[in-house]
């Protein structure tokens, strides 16, 4: 059985949205078994209020947590025996299998970066993020492309792209049981002379890695298409194009309101439209999908939003087991020595 | 009377849809006098069959002109006294006020930078583009920020950042008639702390430049809201986010049509708010605004859209009038003296 090591105390409705995603998950049948890293106390006090089964649950007290907006360094610094800390350790002794976290960003990659090691060919880690697109994917009519690096190597080298393909096909191919997803370099045109040196060498690279569908540049015209499974970027680029993404549905509906506000024609058009509208924003709802890996550790690190609800924590567990099930990081370290190992140095 | 050098033979619909454009011009009152440059006979035959005012058409033949996809430096090369070139020498020795072109932006910028000079202060040319937001601005309710570099400096240091901010402010200033636009550095998070080196040293810089509202860094989210008039980022980044915007209004509308495929009462929606969309289609309608300066030389130089209808190329010819008739260049080497100028090197 998958046991997954959650940090209880992160995210800006914990403990308590934390705990009841992991304890409903615990009612479904081949559920992983989770551990609630925290305040022992307060995790008990929030369970004995909810359905859920104890055989799945084990709580690991930890004395100490970090702030959603505090200043990463210095947070863990200052609470070294912190709950995402004490969540990590127990992965990295072999008493989990993976890290949930929807707390401080920056103190969960901290965390990680302190207690795991990078798998072998790796240079830097990479964030990814699903984001839905236009384009249904296989029998589940999949939405979703992968889009990484989303903000923690903001000016990547020519070797770290090469490395976030790998991973994010590894990541795609388990997680959206795409068993050949299309990778695709973010650029400012298609040819594959296009963008910035380190995009230009990481496309010969690309072109040069066995076991990848490499499908070459995409430009932003075809980020909300979802031309690509995986877009690789940097995390400079990668963080303003989630962000738009995520600022861009409200536009919409705002710009929409702003050019309908006077007619009556127009109210009665979208009073119709009104349970249309709800199943859209349920297709592009990022609960569903709830958690970003970083991609890179030698263990599954999955980051849920900080907004999270229960259904948000529960889909990141979801995912978490899903990535330890598939072997990931096995994928990721063979995707490694298949195909960049074999490439020249920079 | 402002008179404006035309590439007759650069655009998808050239000649005819610029000597169209520039012909219905000529008709309106306090309209410019425009120089038309290319193949004397194909523009004498489609202004036969066009009404126009020929005391305000000029004809200046131009035996060769630059193909739309061909490479621009050898296309330069090989055609000296293509139409684009010949119009930017019109320029160069004060036969005409400003350059405008539907053409290749490639030659254009190169014709550009090899016919005028830089202004002093000017470190590097910037393509500004406007694009709309969900904000409406002063009295015409002018829904647009303006966002540069959009594909010409990919990687720009921060003083070419700096530059941008005050080529930007004062563009926007005279075409939008905002006496004060707000600027801002697009990075990954708000603090001045965010983003990478170059932008980091840029806000820096921009807290200490005179004469600029610096409202300090933007995120992704706030492109489409329109927090800021001006957008200040490099080529590359600018680049994805223009054709993300262009790529979005396609989609939401497909994925629209996804959702709402097999239900008769989201048709009778839909047929309702046809009109809507339409007029909302038409806020959103880049030929509106057609022309994308290029910023930083001592000419005003506007580069229409390759797809340029009639309508697109007279909206860009009033665009150039009004950044001569209001100063522009000037206006930037004042912005430049008196704030970039002041500061200390890098």
Same mark, same amino acid.
């Given at each position: 059985m998958?046991?997954?090591?959650?940090?209880a105390?992160?995210?800006d /409705?914990?403990?308590?949205?934390v705990?009841a995603?992991?304890a409903?998950?615990t009612?479904?049948t081949?559920?992983?078994?989770?551990? =609630?890293?925290?305040d022992?106390a307060?995790?008990e006090?929030?369970?004995?209020?909810?359905? /859920?089964d !104890?055989?799945?649950l084990e709580v690991?007290?930890?004395?100490e /947590?970090v702030?959603?907006?505090?200043?990463?360094?210095?947070?863990?610094?200052a609470?070294?025996?912190a709950s995402?800390i004490?969540?990590?350790? =127990?992965?990295r002794d072999?008493?989990?299998?993976?890290?949930?976290?929807?707390?401080?960003?920056?103190?969960?990659? =901290?965390?990680?970066a302190?207690?795991?090691?990078?798998?072998? *060919?790796?240079s830097?880690?990479?964030?990814g993020a699903?984001?839905?697109t236009e384009?249904?994917r296989?029998?589940?009519?999949?939405?979703f492309s992968?889009?990484?690096?989303?903000?923690l190597?903001?000016?990547?080298?020519?070797?770290?792209?090469? *490395?976030?393909a790998?991973?994010?096909?590894?990541y795609?191919?388990?997680?959206s049981?795409?068993?050949?997803?299309?990778?695709?370099l973010?650029?400012?045109g298609?040819e594959?002379?296009?963008?910035p040196?380190?995009?230009v060498?990481?496309h010969?690279? =690309?072109l040069?890695?066995?076991?990848l /569908?490499?499908?070459?540049?995409?430009?932003?015209?075809?980020?909300?298409?979802?031309?690509a499974?995986?877009v690789?970027?940097?995390?400079f680029?990668?963080?303003?194009?989630l962000?738009?993404?995520?600022g861009i549905a409200?536009?919409v509906m705002?710009?929409?309101?702003?050019a309908?506000?006077?007619?009556? !024609?127009?109210?009665? *058009?979208?009073a119709?439209?009104?349970?249309?509208?709800k199943q859209l924003k349920?297709v592009?709802?990022?609960?569903?999908y709830?958690?970003a890996?970083?991609?890179g550790?030698d263990?599954?690190c999955?980051?849920?939003?900080? !907004?999270s609800?229960?259904r948000?924590?529960r889909?990141?567990?979801k995912?978490?087991?899903k990535?330890?099930?598939?072997?990931?990081?096995?994928?990721?370290?063979?995707g490694l020595?298949?195909g960049?190992g074999?490439?020249?140095?920079d």
């Open positions: 998958t046991i997954l090591a959650l940090d105390m992160g995210g /409705h914990a403990p308590d949205a705990v995603g992991a409903s998950l009612l479904e081949s559920g992983p078994r989770v551990v =609630l890293v925290g022992g307060r995790i006090a929030v369970l004995r209020e909810l359905p /859920h !104890r055989a799945r690991v007290d930890a004395p /947590h702030a959603m907006d505090a200043e990463p360094r210095a947070a863990l610094e609470h070294p025996r995402v004490v969540a990590a350790e =127990l992965v072999g008493r989990a299998d993976a890290l949930v976290s929807a707390g401080n960003t920056g103190a969960f990659t =901290l965390a990680c302190r207690t795991f090691a990078r798998i072998p *060919g790796v830097r880690c990479a964030l699903v984001y839905p384009r249904r296989g029998e589940k009519e999949d939405p992968l889009i990484l690096d989303a903000g190597t903001l000016d990547p080298t020519a070797d770290d792209l090469v *490395g976030f790998v991973m994010g096909a590894a795609s191919a388990r997680i049981r795409n068993p050949e997803p299309t990778v695709a973010l650029s400012n298609s594959p002379t296009k963008g040196a380190a995009i060498r990481a010969e690279r =690309l040069a890695t066995a076991g /569908h490499f499908i070459g540049n995409v430009e932003g015209t075809d980020i909300p298409k979802g031309t499974d995986v690789v970027t940097g995390g680029t990668g963080n303003v194009v962000k738009m993404l995520e409200e536009t705002n710009l929409g309101r702003y309908y506000r006077k007619s009556l !024609r127009n109210k009665a *058009g979208l119709l439209l009104a349970p249309a509208v349920e592009t709802d990022w609960e569903e709830g958690g890996p970083i991609l550790f263990r599954v999955i980051k849920a939003h900080g !907004r609800s229960p948000a924590v889909n990141a567990l995912v978490a087991q990535a330890v099930r598939s072997g990931l990081c096995e994928a990721i370290r063979l020595q298949g960049q074999s490439l020249p140095p």
